[in-house]
Every structure is written in structure tokens, then in C-alpha cells.
């Protein structure tokens, strides 16, 4: 019964912003470090950003550090993803998930797809 539910992905400019929400349910979010993932066409899924349970400790893929900008709102168990100075190569479905490997986590949410153009 867990449901990862992205959303506030869309098209954008080179160097537009763009901020996503994952929506959680079915297990106790507070108690889970949160991590974003990404998968463009024909590459492998790559670990974006990820943050500790109470939103003290972030880390984020070289790519995308200095840009975007993980948060948590553990009262409304939702993760964010505030993304700055988008990029073409930032064109990709984005997924939330739990920083776990338990079996109940190994699916995946719909995702929400970035398209980054001019």
C-alpha cells in the first residue's frame, strides 16, 4: 500500500525553474530518509538528491548541486524538489522514493516527466 505520487513536473525554458512534490502514503514517512531520482531516455535511473528524516542532512549528484534543492514536509508527508537554472540535460522523469531497500519500496511511483527546451 505504499504510493509515491509525483507531481509539478512540465516543459520549461533553459535556465527556468521548476518545483515537484511527491505525495506519500502507505508507510510512516517520518521515519524515512526521502530521495530523488531521475531516468532520461535510454540511460540508466540516477540518484538526484536525498535528504535525512527530519531535513537536517541533504546531498545531492554533482550535476544538479548548487541548482535544485531538496526539502520535506514530514506533517504533510511530501517531499520537494525546488530545480533552478534547468538545463536540457535535466530532461528526464523524476521519481520519489524512500531511502530504503526494504521489498515494499522496490516499485516505483508514475513519475513526472521534465522537459527542459528552448
Known amino acids: 500500500q505504499v504510493q509515491l505520487v509525483e507531481s509539478g513536473g512540465g516543459l520549461v525554458q533553459p535556465g527556468g525553474s521548476l518545483r515537484l512534490s511527491c505525495a506519500a502514503s502507505?508507510?510512516?514517512?517520518?521515519?524515512?530518509?526521502m530521495n530523488w531520482y531521475r531516468q532520461a531516455p535510454g540511460k540508466e535511473r540516477e540518484l538526484v538528491a536525498t535528504?535525512?528524516?527530519?531535513?537536517?542532512?541533504?546531498h545531492y549528484a554533482d550535476s544538479v548541486k548548487g541548482r535544485f534543492t531538496i526539502s520535506r514536509d514530514n506533517a504533510k508527508n511530501t517531499l520537494y524538489l525546488q530545480m533552478n537554472s534547468l538545463k536540457p540535460e535535466d530532461t528526464a522523469v523524476y521519481y520519489c522514493?524512500?531511502?530504503?531497500?526494504?521489498?515494499?519500496?522496490?516499485?516505483w511511483g508514475q513519475g513526472t516527466q521534465v522537459t527542459v527546451s528552448s
Open positions: 522514493n524512500a531511502n530504503s531497500h526494504e521489498l515494499r519500496f522496490r516499485n
Open positions: 535528504i535525512t528524516v527530519t531535513g537536517g542532512g541533504t
Open positions: 502507505g508507510f510512516s514517512f517520518s521515519i524515512y530518509a
